[in-house]
Structures are given as C-alpha cells and as structure tokens.
C-alpha cells in the first residue's frame, strides 16, 4: 500500500496565511476573539492547544471553514477515497530541503507515453524514483518555475532534446518551451489538457486538468502550490489573488477531480469545498 504524504500544512501556517488574507495582526484577531495574542503567535510557531470552541472563533473572525480548521487543529483532517481514473498516475515524490516536493507521472492507457508533470529539481533524484517498467517521460508540463518544481528540467531537456515542454510563462525567455496561457485547451500525448492560469503563489503559475475524451468528467487537477490538501499554497506574489484564483478553480471543476497538488497527499474537489478551511 502506497505511504500518503504528511499534509503540507498545520493549523499554524493556515493561520498565518489566513492572517495575510484578511489583512489582519495577531493582536487584532485577538481582540476579536478574546484568544491571547501570545498563544496565536504560538500557535504559528506550531504550538497550539486551542479547544474547538476557540478553533471556531479563529474561524469566524479569518473567515474561514470551521469544521476544517477544527479538523486541522485536532490532527484529524479528513482525505478522501480516491475515485477511479481513466488513466494510471504515479505519484513521485522527491525530498527537496526539509521536506518534499511532488512530480507525477500520468500514463497513457493505450499507447504507453508517459506525460510528466513538474521535474523537481534533481534528475538524478528523479530517476532513482521513478517508477519501475515506465518508460521517460514524452511531454512535460511545468506549473510554475520555482527550483523545487523545475530546478531540474535543464537537464531532463539535455537527456531527451526532443521532448515537448509545455509551461507556465518563465521569468526570462527559455529555448524550447511552450507557453500555455488561461483557457488553452490542447491535446497532448492523446491527453485532453486544460489550462488555467493562476497567479499568487507566484506571478506565472499554472493549473492543469487532464482528462480523457472518453471520461471528461473523470481528471486531475495538478494544481502545483495553488490548493493543497487542507489549504492554499504560500503566496509570494499576491496572496489574495491566489485566493481568488484557488475559488475560481475549484468552482469550476466537478466534485470527483482529483487534486494532484505540489506538496502533500492527493485530495478531490469535493473534498476541499468541504473542508479546505479557504475554500469550505
């Protein structure tokens, strides 16, 4: 049986990103909530006792789902049964620092070709984890160029010159690399790829669904550090543009897509709505 990933989050950093969101200090969230300042500092730093009726103030007052971030304070946030896909996905995951970074190998059911999204940032890593009988990669996507997603594609390009590329718009111009923008719908390696462009985490980044003609309504989001399992990514450009972004999204996709996101374990749609204490 496969080992599902730690979240990415705790109570602590949903609260330090909620905090941003609403533009709030800790003293302030205090006095709306008569919860000391000091033990939501605390509480940032990964110590926290919070009962759950102070859990559901915090709530209240960040505007955030209660039951999740109960859920997230008590160590008990739900994940879901995974629905069956049309295709087969690996999950890759690669150490990066502390602690780990996620690259997905998606397969397809007829001819084979193996469509790799993100590469972390050692290919040498990669390789070691790649799973065995799979074939290299014949098309990659990149969500966005962060070192731990992308680091590693210089190399991965020299190991296969002709492998296609296909990216989020990079910080400076790269040789051999498709840029997708908002809304491009594209077909590759027999996959059905939507894009979403979705910036806050940082300024290009993006979102794919993949899907197949036959099963439109059966895909996987690979939201790189846009939504985690539990809650948003960090967000380096603009956190309340991340936010609006995360909704829009979710919004839009039905309730039994999978969530493969950049850090942590697969989640769904539906999931979220329910209990991701942004989205809920």
């Known amino acids: 049986m496969p080992i599902v990933p730690e979240l990415e989050d705790e109570l602590g950093d949903v609260l330090d990103k909620a905090l941003r969101n609403a ?17 939501i500092k605390d509480a940032e730093d990964y110590r926290y006792d919070f009962s759950c009726t102070e859990l559901q103030r915090l709530a209240t007052a960040l505007g955030l789902n209660e039951v999740g971030l109960c ?16 295709f087969a996905l690996h999950v890759v995951g690669l150490p990066y620092g502390i602690g780990h970074v996620n690259a997905y190998a998606v ?15 050692c290919p040498e890593t990669l390789d070691a984890r790649w ?14 160029w962060d070192h731990d997603h992308a680091g590693g594609l210089p190399l991965v390009q ?13 910080p400076q111009p790269r040789p051999g690399i498709t840029v997708l923008p908002d809304g491009e719908a594209r077909l590759i390696l027999g996959f059905h ?8 985490h940082t300024a290009e980044h993006n979102a794919y669904l993949v899907t197949m003609a036959e099963a439109p309504e059966r895909g996987v ?14 967000a380096f450009f603009c956190c309340r543009t991340l936010l609006r972004e995360a909704r829009r999204v ?13 850090h942590g374990p697969l989640t769904t749609v539906e999931n979220e709505r329910r209990y991701n204490p942004f989205l809920g």
């Open 158 to 170: 020299l190991r296969r010159p002709a492998r296609a590329v296909y990216a989020a718009a990079p």
């Open 71 to 86: 859920a997230l304070g008590e160590g008990k946030y739900p994940l879901p049964r995974l629905p069956a896909l049309p």
């Open 193 to 200: 790829v939507r894009t979403f462009r979705t910036p806050g």
């Open 131 to 144: 799973p065995e009988g799979l074939p290299p990669p014949a098309a990659v996507l990149v969500t966005h």
């Open 23 to 39: 533009g709030l200090t800790e003293e302030q969230l205090a006095a709306a909530t008569g919860i000391d300042a000091g033990r």
């Open 221 to 234: 989001l690979f939201s790189g550090d846009l939504v985690f399992a539990g809650s948003l990514g960090g």
């Open 107 to 121: 397969v397809h059911p007829q001819s084979g070709d193996v469509l790799l999204v993100d590469t972390g940032n």
């Open 250 to 262: 979710i919004a839009e996709l039905p309730g039994g897509t999978v969530i493969a996101p950049g």
